[in-house]
């Protein structure tokens, strides 16, 4: 049972767009990463994403029936991205970032370019 | 796609040990709770349970083969407590606390006493 400080964890993380494992739990990851630029645009099949800013802020596009709409995501505000939902984070200044998602979750869903990341890192 | 503000969300919360259902993705709730003095004693059977501490402090006690030990969650940390791990927390002062764990889970786990919480609302 050991305590996991995000802080602490967010400041071992040197890139971006390279989430790490910091725990695990009925068949979810909780995920560290640190965001700058735009991602890419994707959606997942199965899986629904929560995305929590720990520090700093993104944008999350996303597109809908009435076509592409964006919110920001401020320090202590989370989202949900439900499964199907094409989206894509943006951060213009660098941002930490806490995921929670089912552990077969791939970074870019149904999209594989060079930000692709299937061997995580536990942190 | 709304997202979610855990400092707004939190105050408007008014009792303790009472969860509040801030998200649910993947067949799992994010919680919302305040906890003040000492909960109950219990497990899980089937859930892993994840704590992560929005404000203030607080100690999770637990049971494991070296008998009784206690860890303090300050804010910012996290702790995942195992399915059949004997714990509870307590609280010295008021904490605000986020939870992540399966739909089923049930507050006071194998324990039913007048902190059981079974029908659970939208915050």
Redesign the interface.
Known sequence: ???????EKLSLINDHWNPRI?????G?Y?KLVKFQGPFTWHHHEN????FMV?KGRFR?E?R?DDGE?S?W??E???????RG?EHRPVADDECEVLL???VATLNTGNTENELTRKELSHI
Chains 1, 2 share one sequence.
């Open positions: 049972m050991n305590k996991v400080n995000l802080t910091a725990a695990e739990l009925n979810q909780v899986e629904d994403e929560l720990v999350m996303y809908d709409q919110v995501i401020e202590g505000e989370m989202i949900v991205v439900p939902v929670f998602e089912p």
